[in-house]
Every structure is written in structure tokens, then in C-alpha cells.
């Protein structure tokens, strides 16, 4: 069965700071993606960035980017210079092919908090 | 585009009460997506759909029902709705299959079932 796992329930770090995000995934698949949600306070669900499993190279989105290691089945994501607009849950979730489509698989969540 | 809208925001419901939750997209997508959030879980999937006229049942698809009548709209009903329900349903749509197609979700459903 594929799971995803994020350890940790809360984050808190000041406004500037870089925060990582872990989160670690089983599966059995060979090629997959990826995701990191961000649901802020609002309930909406944003995309924030994606892997592909067999590219090598870690995927980045202006601040934000991933520390993807296959072997390990590990993805964080790590935000740099931190917002205030940050603050919102977090959300790593593994894309899982079901019968005629696909759907998201996600952890816990992580809340994260941006202090001024 | 107004993207992926739901209706109601807000529900407050009674046991044993019925309703029907609207999402509607205007993205032309094929795939839409019903899930609940629940406090200290992710999101589950409920029921999905493939195209018009098709659906399936994801994860936790007990106690719902869904219609996809037409291709954007995809509905999720509660015939007799119990406590146990009580969560966050959103609704989500995509264009292609394919593992690498972002899902664009709705903003939310809150219900409380009394």
C-alpha cells in the first residue's frame, strides 16, 4: 500500500528563516509523482511544487524546492527566506494510478507557522 | 475562469437529513474528484469520476453518492447523513490522465452533522 508520512505535526521558525519540511513515502511503483500542497488559513488547497521520480534533479519554484531522495523514498521541501504569507498547512502528497485515473495520496500535514 | 467552485460553503445538518454538494468547473476538465478532510489527516478520496456519465468509488465512498451528469459538474449527495460525516469535503478536477497532472481543487465544504 502506498503511504505518505509527515513527522512532524508543527513547525514554527521567524520571518527570513529557512524551514524544511519533511515527508516520507512508500511505494512500490518505479515512476511517480510528487507533490507539496499548501492549504493556508483561507481552507483553499495551492499547488506548490512537484517531482517527477526519475528526473535526478530536484525540482525548485522560486523559494521553494525539494531535496528528493529515491532511494531513501524521502521529499522535503524546503522554503527559503520565509513569509509571513508562508504560514498556512502543509501538505506532501504521492500520485497513485486507480483504476481508469489517478488520485492523491496525502500525509498528515504539517502547520507551519511564519513569525514576524 | 472562476476555476473550481463548490455550494454551499457552510452546512449545518440534522441526522438522518439529506443533501446534495455542487462543484462545478469551467476548466473543461475530464476528471473531477470528490475528498473530505478530517482534522489530523490528509485528504481522502470519496468517489471520482472519468468523464461524463462515469463514476467510481475511491477510498471511503460509504454513506455518499455521486452524479456526473454533465461534464462540469460532479455531485456528491448524502442521503442520510450521520455525525460520522462531519468534515471538510473538497472537490477537484483535472484535465488528463497522467501521474503529472495537477489537480485544481475547490475551496471547501464545511458540514456539521448534529
Known amino acids: 500500500a502506498q503511504t505518505v508520512t509527515q513527522s512532524q505535526p508543527e513547525m514554527s521558525v521567524q520571518e527570513a528563516e529557512t524551514v524544511t519540511l519533511s515527508c516520507t513515502y512508500d511505494t512500490s511503483e518505479n515512476n511517480y509523482y510528487l507533490f507539496w500542497y499548501k492549504q493556508p488559513p483561507s481552507r483553499q488547497m495551492i499547488l506548490v511544487i512537484r517531482q517527477e521520480a526519475y528526473k535526478q534533479q530536484n525540482a525548485t519554484e522560486n523559494r521553494f524546492s525539494v531535496n528528493f531522495q529515491k532511494a531513501a523514498k524521502s521529499f522535503s521541501l524546503k522554503i527559503s527566506d520565509s513569509q509571513l504569507g508562508d504560514t498556512a498547512m502543509y501538505f506532501c502528497a504521492f500520485m497513485k494510478r486507480i483504476q481508469g485515473a489517478q488520485k492523491l495520496v496525502f500525509g498528515q500535514g504539517t502547520r507551519l507557522t511564519i513569525n514576524p | 475562469n472562476a476555476g473550481v467552485t463548490q455550494t454551499p460553503k457552510f452546512r449545518v445538518l440534522k441526522t438522518g437529513q439529506s443533501m446534495t454538494l455542487l462543484c462545478a468547473q469551467d476548466?473543461?476538465?475530464?476528471?473531477m474528484y470528490w475528498y473530505r478532510q478530517d482534522p489530523g489527516m490528509g485528504l481522502r478520496l470519496i468517489h471520482y469520476?472519468?468523464?461524463?456519465?462515469?463514476?467510481a468509488k475511491g477510498e471511503v465512498p460509504d454513506g455518499y453518492n455521486v452524479s456526473r451528469l454533465k461534464k462540469q459538474n460532479f455531485l456528491l449527495g448524502l442521503e442520510s447523513a450521520a455525525p460520522s460525516q462531519t468534515s471538510v469535503y473538497f472537490c477537484?478536477?483535472?484535465?488528463?490522465?497522467?501521474?503529472?497532472?495537477?489537480?485544481?481543487f475547490g475551496p471547501g465544504t464545511r458540514l456539521t452533522v448534529l
Open positions: 476548466m473543461n476538465h475530464e476528471y
Open positions: 469520476s472519468v468523464g461524463e456519465g462515469t463514476t
Open positions: 477537484a478536477s483535472s484535465f488528463l490522465r497522467g501521474l503529472n497532472n495537477e489537480q485544481f
